[in-house]
């Protein structure tokens, strides 16, 4: 399929020659003669990349770029400048416009800002993350989630905490024909009734108390695109009826909408409990069930891929080390042995928060047994005799961090130091405090 371009300029002149040299690219062009026209064009389609003029009357590029950016941050826009405005460039730069082209400007110079817009930026993304795996059995769904990342059918993901639902649900986005398109994820255990509804479907201005702005809703910002529907157990049977409407229908209510809009959403839902369970409690709807279970997808738990934990180890070793720019670079034939043994109630994603811990807390360019803290040993009861004193002190420093969320001042309080004590111990230890702050463990510390 051939890139889409959304053009923008109030001058039909400049319209119609850049849609002849694009076209010219190969590329598909639309066209809009104002900001208001462009935005609604690309609220409609999907545009790989936006071209729009800084200065035109009602909205301006600037403006236009912004709001393409709330809908689609990963969409570029390219800003067109008159010779000369170079501070309106210099802000639309900071809004987040991909480049700008001073006009008048010849079909190379645009040919060459075209072709770097559109290339491929998953390596740069943090949200294209590689699934890393030896196992048949995993290797088995992936083969699978490629083959169905084809159609436009719902898809189930089971799995336990921590086995890598959503990174599946992204493999499958990224290997669909919807890959340019918008990747949107909500849980739904994270917001009460009323305010996941409006989430997901929007809200008119004025439905309810606090509804000052009209607002999208999830499933029309990810129109042309995926939409991830995380923890899909946990949502209110009320809000079960409306999106069994919304599937079947393939259109959307907003909350106090006349009419409903069209969408062209795949969705995808995650669900970490057995939901033939849930059917049977009364909390979950079997024709909800049964729609989005047309594909299921199981993802193992690590314990049943056990010739996963070594390489997964490895893989968070090599990144881990890069992050914090710490030299380890491999682990004794001890700690292999011990990751083996575990069981891996959190699945891969205790494997990787225990990996980052033993990267940190490495003294040489070996990980030891001793660096691995697995949740059975946290605890003083483990703290017996056989360790150092100051190992235990170590070990009890961290746990104390960990169990307050890495508030210093109270760890200190708990184990009567000064913060300033802690902060030393830190840094004896090499380790960056900021590790233990909850679900602070992703990306550089
Ligand atoms: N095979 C894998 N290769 C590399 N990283 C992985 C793999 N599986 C999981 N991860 C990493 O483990 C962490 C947890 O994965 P993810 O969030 O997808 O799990 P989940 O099943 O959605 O968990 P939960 O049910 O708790 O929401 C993430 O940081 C993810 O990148
Ligand atoms: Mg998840």
């Given at each position: 399929m051939e890139p889409r371009v959304l053009v923008v300029d109030d001058e039909p002149s400049m319209c119609r020659a850049l849609s002849a040299v694009l076209e010219r690219f190969g590329l598909k062009v639309s066209t809009a003669l104002d900001g208001l026209q462009g935005l609604t064009k690309f609220r409609r389609d999907v545009y790989d990349l936006v071209i729009a003029d800084l200065k035109m009357p009602g909205m301006s590029g600037v403006e236009l770029l912004k709001e393409i950016k709330r809908i689609s941050p990963r969409t570029p826009v390219v800003l067109l400048t008159a010779y000369g405005t170079i501070e309106g460039a210099v802000e639309a730069m900071k809004e987040g416009a991909f480049d700008f082209l001073q006009k008048p400007f010849s079909p190379e110079v645009l040919r060459d800002v075209v072709s770097r817009a559109l290339r491929p930026r998953d390596q740069d993304s943090?949200?294209?993350?590689p699934i890393i795996t030896q196992s048949p059995l995993m290797l088995e769904v992936l083969d699978m989630a490629r083959e169905v990342a084809k159609s436009s059918a719902p898809i189930l993901i089971t799995g336990e905490?921590?086995?890598?639902k959503e990174l599946l649900a992204r493999y499958i986005h990224e290997h669909s024909p919807r890959s340019r398109g918008p990747f949107v994820a909500i849980n739904?255990?994270?917001?009460p009734e009323g305010l996941l509804e409006s989430e997901l479907f929007g809200h008119e201005r004025g439905s309810f108390t606090g509804a000052v702005s009209q607002k999208k809703g999830k499933f029309e910002l990810a129109h042309g695109g995926t939409i991830l529907l995380d923890e899909i157990s946990e949502m209110p049977l009320a809000l079960q009826a409306k999106l069994l409407r919304v599937l079947q229908e393939g259109e959307i209510d907003r909350v106090g909408g006349l009419k409903p809009i069209p969408v062209d959403v795949r969705p995808i839902a995650t669900s970490n409990q057995d939901l033939s369970e849930r059917i049977r409690q009364g909390k979950f709807r079997e024709d909800l069930y049964f729609r989005l279970n047309v594909v299921h997808l199981k993802l193992p738990p690590l314990r049943e891929r056990e010739e996963d934990i070594p390489l997964l180890a490895e893989y968070f070793l090599e990144k881990y080390a890069r992050l914090n720019g710490k030299p380890v670079k491999e682990f004794s034939p001890e700690a292999l042995e011990k990751l083996s043994r575990y069981?891996?109630?959190?699945?891969v994603r205790q494997l990787e928060n225990v990996i980052h811990r033993a990267v940190l807390l490495a003294r040489s360019e070996r990980i030891t047994a001793e660096d691995l803290i697995l949740e059975e040993e946290?605890?003083?009861?483990?703290?017996?005799?056989?360790?150092s004193l100051r190992e235990m002190e170590k070990r009890l420093i961290i746990e104390t961090l960990r169990r307050v969320g890495g508030n210093r001042t109270r760890a200190a309080k708990l184990l009567g130091v000064s913060v300033r004590t802690i902060r030393n111990k830190l840094k004896e230890y090499g380790i960056d405090g900021r590790i233990f702050a909850k679900g602070g463990n992703d990306g550089a510390v």
């Open positions: 943090p949200k294209s993350r905490s921590g086995t890598g739904c255990a994270a917001l069981s891996w109630p959190g699945n946290i605890g003083v009861g483990r703290m017996g005799a056989g360790l």
